[in-house]
């Protein structure tokens, strides 16, 4: 069974290309598991010269990727030849961040690879250059969908060693969390994140610990009535599906270290209530996760600084950790299907 992972070059003017040259120097001390960089090596080649890192790299094929990881880096040459120069987002190199995600698909769902690994993208440089969808992720669950009688729902886990955690809602006001925070969307959540707990995480019996919304979980009524009108049902009917929920729980009392021995992993009822914990405790070696999705993707939990890309100072640490837990999932979604 293959073992190789597909890693996107993200935008190729972010920090990106050069995370993954240091990560592939540092993968014996790292232990990084192989992959396939999907990219343009002449661009590496620039970018691997220009911060002094002696990098041999080999334009491959899918079955040669795996065999020589260890002596060189391993690119997929992408059709789309980006004009990218670091620290400048272009528009132009829309086509190439483009064409690296849906060719990493097109991997993972035909066996070439066992998992998807992302590089950050820049929303902005996309839309400028006439990308039709809200992000990365909605992108991904399209792909997915194509060919399927429906496109899968995706969520969005951040995970870390120490906690890994949910936003029930994203990327929307604070204001319009209310309304959009239903029992419907909390169940699909729950039901899809214990799911994928089991299948790639092997874990028997997922524990779901829910936040409140208000603070104090409503104190009965006194402080809002979400957490017992919308949560609490939702609770209910997370059990009876057979998934181990408990709460809703005062958000500021859930993550302390020994609180986070009782679940394997919380649910925010908003952004910012599931990602500031996770942040403070594992900055620099969170991944993202998207669960729901048919095939495994990963991703770094940061974006493409390109304050700072080209200049060898980004930390790779997210980006390991991506790689690594990839691979981690890929064994336990394979021992679960033996």
Request: glycine share 8%; net charge negative.
């Amino acid at each position: 069974m293959r073992q190789l992972l597909a890693l996107t070059q993200g935008d190729p003017a972010g920090i990106g290309p050069e995370l993954a040259l240091a990560v592939w120097r540092q993968r014996e001390q790292r232990g990084i598991p192989p992959f396939a960089y999907l990219g343009d090596s002449a661009t590496l080649s620039v970018l691997a010269e220009r911060l002094g890192l002696p990098v041999p790299l080999r334009s491959v094929s899918w079955d040669e990727a795996e065999a020589c990881f260890d002596t060189a880096f391993p690119v997929i040459e992408l059709e789309h030849r980006p004009p990218a120069q670091s620290g400048q987002p272009d528009p132009a190199n829309a086509a190439s961040v483009i064409e690296a995600i849906e060719r990493g698909v097109e991997a993972v769902e035909t066996g070439k690879a066992a998992a998807l690994v992302t590089n950050p993208i820049a929303k902005s440089v996309l839309y400028a250059a006439g990308f039709q969808y809200p992000g990365h992720t909605e992108f991904l669950a399209e792909l997915a969908g194509r060919g399927r009688e429906a496109t899968p729902r995706p969520v969005m886990m951040i995970w870390s060693e120490e906690l890994a955690v949910i936003p029930v809602t994203i990327h929307i006001p604070l204001e319009a969390v209310p309304e959009q925070l239903t029992t419907e969307l909390i169940v699909e959540t729950g039901r899809i994140a214990a799911a994928d707990l089991k299948r790639r995480f092997g874990v028997a019996r997922p524990r779901l610990a829910l936040c409140g919304l208000n603070p104090h979980a409503g104190e009965g009524g006194a402080l809002g009535k979400e957490d017992a009108a919308v949560i609490a049902p939702a609770i209910d009917r997370l059990r009876a599906l057979g998934i181990e929920a408990n709460g809703p729980y005062p958000a500021d009392t859930l993550f302390h270290a020994r609180a986070r021995t009782g679940y394997d992993v919380a649910l925010g009822m908003y952004h910012d209530q599931a990602l500031i914990p996770i942040k403070t405790i594992a900055f620099d070696d969170g991944v993202n996760v998207t669960l729901g999705l048919p095939f495994i993707r990963t991703s770094p939990d940061h974006g493409t600084a390109f304050d700072i890309a080209g200049k060898g100072i980004a930390r790779p640490d997210s980006l390991c950790a991506a790689l690594r837990l990839a691979a981690r999932m890929a064994a336990a979604e394979r021992g679960a299907a033996a």
